[in-house]
């Protein structure tokens, strides 16, 4: 019989202990999947801060360092420009790279670091609790939202890849989602063409994944999927938001 699918080689033997129904585990395989694929596992070094992407380092099969909460840019821009010959990510999520990080995440992305940044939007603090983050929906309850995401009083979300789309150094940015096959092959695409934007040494790229958080959003796996599907991703429109790579500008 022919083999047609296994585990890529870029992801460890190991159980993952996200809480059933994230979506982490099916990011990290995507990401694993691209990296095999493009032949960069020898040479990549991942950049992992606080929150649940601290675990990648458990379940990646290359070189993961940690950097403190919201720092991951800074710290990658730092290993891309001495080791430039590498092949440099970070994967960061919402609270992490909109909030405490908000600065270092601007900052990378006007110089047009030759880096690239998956974004794990799950809108909330998923790793303490499910407290309200920046990318939370307004009206979404959360430990610290209990009657939900008032903009009058706690603002309105954000949305990063927008914003960065005004700044000249972003070269690729797209937002996907992972909630059925069609989204995920499309995420897979997105992952794969911020990567080779870095090979091609063409700057700034950031993929940010919509992502299932039901432990800390009160939902079952299933809900939840129907949940991105009919309500997150209508404040969080799909698509590529900025691409300057296939137009070769």
């Known amino acids: 019989m022919r083999k047609i699918l296994s585990k890529p080689e870029s992801l460890k033997d190991a159980v993952l202990s996200y809480c059933p129904g994230c979506g982490h585990g099916i990011i990290h395989r995507l990401a694993a999947e691209c990296i095999d694929e493009l032949g960069l596992r020898e040479k990549t070094i991942a950049v992992a801060p606080v929150g649940c992407a601290v675990f990648a380092y458990d379940y990646f099969n290359f070189d993961v360092t940690e950097a403190p909460h919201g720092r991951p840019p800074a710290v990658a821009t730092g290993i891309k420009r001495t080791n430039p010959d590498k092949f440099v990510f970070t994967y960061q999520g919402d609270g992490d790279i909109a909030a405490i990080g908000m600065a270092e995440t601007i900052h990378a992305a006007n110089r047009g670091e030759n880096i690239t940044i998956i974004f794990v ?129």
Not at 155 to 184: D, F, M
């Open 121 to 249: 939007n799950n809108a909330n603090y998923g790793m303490t609790g499910g407290q309200m983050a920046p990318t939370t929906l307004i009206g979404q309850v959360t430990e610290t939202t209990p009657f939900g995401r008032n903009p009058e009083r706690e603002g309105y979300p954000i949305k990063l890849c927008e914003l960065l789309s005004t700044l000249e150094g972003t070269r690729y940015l797209e937002r996907v989602a992972i909630y059925n096959p069609q989204n995920i092959i499309k995420a897979k695409k997105a992952i794969k063409k911020a990567f080779q934007c870095q090979i091609d040494g063409k700057g700034f790229s950031l993929v940010e994944v919509i992502s299932n958080c039901p432990i800390d959003w009160g939902m079952t796996p299933l809900d939840s999927i129907k949940w991105v599907e009919e309500t997150f991703i209508k404040s969080f429109p799909l698509g590529t938001i900025k691409d300057k790579i296939s137009s070769g500008i």
